[in-house]
């Protein structure tokens, strides 16, 4: 299944993607950083090990230190899907970060995104 490709790809190799969206709009990488840290619970050091390690998603989501229990709050279409409806776990979380992201590149309020 194509979809299954990316929970082997490294999140270094899209996290880049994740900067320059989020920059497009005046965001900053900062803010992307912080996203990721509330989404998975790891602190800026241990993010940046698995960013250096070029951690697959499928194993950044798996090993991450404490899934947000906030992210079931997170609702809305990604590439044409709603992630609420998304079943298979991996892809979830998967389109979780990417809806934050879309969010922040949207000028969302970074309370509003982390659902504070």
């Known amino acids: 299944m194509a979809g299954h490709r990316i929970y082997a790809t490294s999140v270094a190799s899209v996290y880049p993607l994740y900067v320059a969206k989020a920059a497009k709009k005046g965001r900053t990488q900062d803010e992307v950083d912080e996203i990721m840290r509330w989404l998975t619970g790891h602190s800026q050091a241990s993010l940046e090990q698995e960013l250096a390690a ?63």
Do not use: H, Q
């Open 54 to 116: 070029k951690t697959s998603f499928e194993d950044f989501f798996a090993k991450a230190p404490r899934m947000n229990p906030s992210r079931s709050s997170i609702t809305g279409v990604v590439c044409g899907v709603r992630v609420e409806d998304i079943e298979e776990p991996t892809m979830r979380e998967i389109r979780y970060l990417d809806k934050l992201i879309d969010e922040l590149a949207k000028g969302k309020a970074m309370e509003k995104i982390l659902r504070t």
